[in-house]
């Protein structure tokens, strides 16, 4: 929940800003800090409310998978890159495996496990070229690009493992 309040509040305070500033370029009149406003909260709470299904959604899957909480070592919101698409859904880490899987609401479904034994190396990238968040792991043939929270958290998980980080 602390996760998707975060995660809520910087997309709205970058859609508000970026949404603020358009409508200052393309509405001179407007005001501004008004539109910020609304922007902020409508986007927010809406990002908010669908975290919360997701996460919901999530509990749901991994109930059906057969992963206790016991298991789990890591678990939350990321994005896999599938093409030149970001798959939004949800990331499990277990003593042996780095599961996602697909919200429902992109144009491809996944269903991705990789086992940790079968991880050569798992890199750093920043999104964007700025933001620290970018996860990319190494197998025999493949590549997987994820856009994930708590990066340094999830490392730390996978060093401890004796994979390879860099």
């Known amino acids: 929940m602390k996760s998707n309040l975060k995660t809520s509040i910087l997309s709205g305070l970058f859609f508000a800003l970026s949404m603020s500033i358009f409508f200052a370029l393309k509405f001179p009149r407007i005001n501004v800090f008004g ?3 609304f922007c902020f909260l409508g986007w927010s709470v ?21 992963l206790s909480q016991a298991l789990i070592r890591y678990q939350g919101n990321a ?5 030149n698409e970001a798959l939004g ?3 499990v880490l277990t003593n042996d495996r780095f599961i996602f899987w697909d919200h ?4 491809q479904k996944d269903h991705t496990e990789i086992l940790l034994q079968d991880i050569l190396q798992v890199k750093k ?18 590549r997987d690009k994820f856009v994930v929270n ?9 060093t401890a493992q004796h994979i390879k980080c860099s």
């Open 104 to 107: 429902g609401v992109n144009l």
């Open 89 to 91: 859904g949800y990331l």
């Open 46 to 66: 809406a990002i908010f409310i669908f975290l919360a299904w997701a996460t919901s959604r999530s509990a749901k899957i991994l109930e059906e998978m057969g």
């Open 79 to 83: 994005n896999h890159w599938k093409g």
């Open 125 to 142: 990238y920043n999104s964007l070229g700025l933001v620290p968040n970018g996860l990319e792991i190494v197998q025999e043939g493949k």
């Open 35 to 37: 539109s910020f406003i």
């Open 150 to 158: 708590n990066r340094k958290e999830i490392l730390q998980i996978l």
